[in-house]
């Protein structure tokens, strides 16, 4: 009898063990579909921006992405990995680094909601050999991934250096990833020159909500070093930025809007509306949201229709339409909606485009 209860005493602890698992296992798998359920009877089934998408005849279920997003974007239904709360996702990727079998990828727009993103190269040149792309124009909103792309873009751009009388790269904005690849060309001693059609610096950032708070990952500025902001609102954000520019001598050519880009031997002419420069790359870090994309509706003109938020005071006893389905139309319409006595009606539109909703104090 002995001989049978020496294995059980081993056995027993194991399947007690093992049962935990598995229940535990099994709860996770119903909270996860019972997410996946109300993302689909809402309609919330799009993701904003970058996002993952998992090729199911690869996944094996291991769990690795669920733990990696600290989101709550994925969730294991039927042993495989699924997007159960697509709408929250913010496209910082750690899923697709915790993915042991390489299931996962990411991705820009949906096949419902698709968004152009061009064409680029892992060293971030595109199918325009000495055009190259840096942050959220390439598809990666987040202010670290364009920082550092900024960077390494011009660690590229600088393996091609210009003939004497070309610039060596025309740097286009002077947002996240524009100021990072400034800063790197300056550190690298190459021959530039950064222009941004606004008046200040900044990019998407210079034109969200006041006193929005923006959460940053600890970044490397190049000639400034390692940053952590934490979250820091847009004022401070821009502040910060702001002394960069000045420690450091920064040149940027502010109220310079890129006008053309002519193909020439051996490089491009790039025309402004103030000069023309020669050089042989050109960095594109223009963002998304610089030029507005228009309904073609009579109207659209008046001096109540804007196509950017920035004080929602304004709005307060107003009934407010608001044009767009994408992350700005509905932070907006969520800060409008705060104002005391406002009204809002979102009204999403057809068009992909990640440029900023229009705004109209009704009727319109």
Known sequence: MSEFLLPLAYLAPLAAVLSVYVYRWRKREAHD???????????????????????????????????????????????KAHLVNPTVCIGHGACAAACPVEAIKLVFG?????????????????NVAGIYIAGELGGMGLIRNAVEQGRQAIESIAHNRAQAEQLDVVIVGAGPAGLSSTLAAMERKLRFVTVEQESDLGGCVYHYPRNKIVATHPVTLPLVGKVKLGEISKENLLAFWQGVIRKEKVPISFGERLEAITPVDRGFVVKTGRAEHHCRSILLAIGRRGSPLKLDVPGEELPKVVYRLIDPEQYQGRHVLVVGGGNAAIEAAVAIAAEPGSRVTLSPTTRSSSASAAFCPRPC
């Open 33 to 79: 579909a019972a997410a996946l359920q109300r993302s689909v009877k809402t309609g919330l089934t799009d993701p904003p921006s970058l996002h993952p998408v998992i090729d199911l005849d690869i996944c094996v279920g291991a769990g690795g992405c669920t733990r990696a997003c600290p989101e709550g974007t994925l969730g294991i239904v039927k042993g």
């Open 110 to 126: 949906t096949e419902r909601r698709g968004v152009d993103i061009p064409q680029v190269k892992p060293n971030f040149e595109t």
